[in-house]
């Protein structure tokens, strides 16, 4: 579907990442001559095109879909360059998923005449912040403990709402109404559509600048962190710096991703960002592959369509609604658990693997 | 003052439960170097199979015997069947697995239990202060963590674990079977666990009810550091204090968060936990 938007992200963390393949084969180099950011915003515009296309050939149901895919393709896509880059384990990016929608549902009340861009760089601005916090604290700890850590800010976090009831809305949430399509563009797309072209025009602005960064040296500084801390720090790399940098962009990255979700759906209620959408987030990162960009697109539409094929699926066998309420989860973890018994490097690792072999040799 | 006091045993028995899924993350983590965030899950599966036979016999106990038992069946063939063939390939991967397993768990308990509560029991009468099934919480975690040491230190099976766990090519070589041990590791833990679950169940059950105390019980792991057993309970009984003071004077929404403040500011004076050793290591 998307594929071009993707296609940047892996020319950009290929290499680095994983050893797959071949990246230098002649179509290679010769777009190796565009200046990166440059490189990554024209395949962004692409994806775009693309998703546009997608969007005014389907209905307004699928436009909800491909919204919920791009806002949380986002948002693994932030976890994959704190996880895969920087190698430090987070299990808590559903909090900055929340702190993203309670900023957007908190902007639309109270600074209503605000445009949606400016919310937008509002929502980057206060997620950004909130990782430096988050980061800076943690910055120290490692592995397990890192992990501990995060996990407990996403139970934790959630809390708050009740305890300052008013102002957040306690278990309620809050609900915003969102402007649709503006009035000149009406005819050619609903509500629904317009509203995934803005997730969709934001998504792939912040791809490009994610794998802008992967590709850089801040990408490689990462790497290098994730590889060997004291090596890294043997050759210069700033150890703690580049660890709070890499929290604090999948922070931004995460709260933009959840500012989109407040956006579409209208709402922010502390029980959408449970431990399980925080876990569901990274599993579903390392189901995709760890190692790319393109894995965070697998596990976005993962996340989005097994979740809706296994409640049609449930409805349909009339299995009663104690199955029918599980049985996406428990699907979900199923062939989470498959994926990694049998391909180690999640999906987008398989087909590498299968595109490799399909290869002719001769390019090798 | 008598608010204090009261707080304070409350903090004692509520801490024994973390303190008890505090030793059995523990235990997994210094046999595989793994945290088993299906712990919560496996203790689920306890619980509800609890439930069911006190349901059916009408004895608490028997049921106790049960969630015991399923407690160290699941661990031993999560390990055998689940994680081992994972944790050969990739660390993350088996992390991640744990947590696949603990969406399944909870998914499996929803279909068969449902999504609602249920009342469940506590072992004695909870009436009072420092109630009797308090004091049954205090007794047993304590037990088990004598029982622990004891089966590490003076027992053939105990020295086998920890030779497999510290060098595994050389156990293997002087005869340690090392997959064996390490499935006795998880079953011996995940026993634990379900004791834990049966302490921190009760008034009610349902698929989320073990959630925050797992996150207590990590937090506590891991300021006690995630490498010491003892660390694991003294970090539990400090948890479910610090817990009970800031519910009764501060409000229970803040807990969590403040466990978090707790964590960082321990592992930042600390960063292997409070009774850690410092590691020399040779350049």
């Known amino acids: 579907m998307s594929s071009p938007t993707g296609k940047s992200a892996e020319r950009a963390t290929g290499p680095g990442a994983h050893a797959a393949g071949s990246p230098d084969t002649p179509r290679g180099r010769s777009r190796r001559t565009l200046p990166s950011p440059l490189r990554h915003l024209l395949f962004a515009a692409l994806g775009l095109a693309a998703v546009t296309g997608l969007l005014l050939v389907t209905g307004d149901l699928t436009a909800l879909r491909l919204a919920a895919v791009g806002y949380t393709m986002l948002a693994v896509a932030g976890l994959q360059l704190l996880v895969g880059g920087s190698g430090q384990v987070s299990l808590g990016h559903g909090a900055f998923m929340m702190i993203g929608a309670y900023t957007m549902t908190l902007l639309v009340l109270h600074q209503p005449m605000l445009p949606i861009a400016a919310n937008l760089l509002i929502i980057v601005a206060v997620s950004a912040v909130a990782g430096i916090a988050v980061g800076a604290a943690t910055a120290r700890l490692h592995g397990p403990y890192l992990a501990g850590a995060t996990l407990i800010l996403a139970v934790g976090l959630p809390g708050l709402t009740h305890r300052y009831h008013e102002f957040l809305g306690g278990s309620n949430g809050l609900n915003i109404r969102t402007a649709g399509a503006p009035p000149f563009l009406q005819g050619v797309f609903t509500d629904s559509e317009w509203k995934a072209l803005v997730v969709w025009t934001t998504v792939v602005i912040g791809l490009a600048v994610l794998a802008t960064i992967s590709s850089g040296r801040l990408g490689r500084r990462m790497r290098s962190l994730r590889d060997d801390e004291t090596a890294a720090a043997m050759a210069g790399v700033p150890v703690g710096k580049t660890k709070v940098v890499a929290f604090v962009i999948a922070s931004a990255a995460g709260g933009l991703g959840g500012g989109l979700q407040a956006y579409v759906l209208g709402t922010a209620t502390p029980s959408s960002f449970t431990l399980v959408l925080s876990l569901t987030l990274l599993a579903a990162l390392v189901f995709g592959g760890i190692g790319s960009l393109w894995g965070a697109l697998w596990a976005a539409v993962t996340v989005v369509y097994l979740q809706i094929w296994a409640t049609d699926l449930a409805r349909s066998l009339e299995l009663g609604r104690n199955v029918e309420n599980n049985l996406p989860v428990v699907f979900f973890g199923i062939v989470l658990i498959l994926v990694l018994r049998f391909w180690p490097l999640g999906l987008h690792g398989a087909l590498t693997r299968l595109g490799a072999r399909l290869r002719p040799p001769t390019t090798r | ?283």
């Open chain 2, 1 to 283: 003052m008598t608010h204090f006091i009261n707080l304070t045993l409350n903090g004692l028995a509520t801490g024994a439960a973390y303190a008890a899924l505090a030793l059995s993350l523990v235990i997994i983590y210094q046999a595989t170097r793994l945290v088993n965030f299906a712990q919560p899950a496996l203790a689920l599966v306890a619980v509800y199979t609890a439930y069911t036979v006190t349901g059916i016999t009408g004895s608490y106990w028997l049921g106790f015997a049960a969630a015991l038992t399923a407690g160290l069946v699941a661990g031993a063939a999560v390990e055998r069947f689940v994680i081992r063939p994972i944790a050969r390939v990739s660390q993350l991967n088996a992390i991640i697995v744990t947590l696949g397993l603990l969406l399944v768990v909870q998914g499996l308990v929803g279909m068969v239990w449902g999504n609602e509560q249920h009342g469940f029991r506590y072992a004695f009468s909870y009436v009072g202060r420092f109630a009797p099934s308090s004091v049954f919480a205090l007794v047993s975690v304590g037990a088990v963590a004598l029982l622990l040491f004891a089966l590490y230190r003076f027992t053939p099976l105990g020295l086998r674990m920890r030779a497999a766990a510290f060098h595994p090519e050389a156990a293997r070589l002087s005869g340690v079977r090392v997959g064996l041990m390490l499935t006795a590791g998880w079953a011996i833990a995940s026993c634990i666990g379900a004791l834990a679950g049966m302490l921190a169940g009760p008034p009610f059950i349902s698929p989320n009810v073990f959630d925050v105390v797992f996150v207590y019980g990590i937090t506590a792991a891991v300021i006690g550091g995630l490498d010491n057993p003892f660390g694991a309970v003294v970090g539990g009984l400090l948890i479910g204090l610090g817990m009970s003071y800031v519910s009764g004077y501060a409000g229970p929404e803040l807990a969590t968060l403040t466990a978090l403040a707790i964590v960082v500011v321990v592992l930042s004076v600390r960063p292997d936990g409070i009774l850690s050793r410092p590691t020399a290591r040779k350049v």
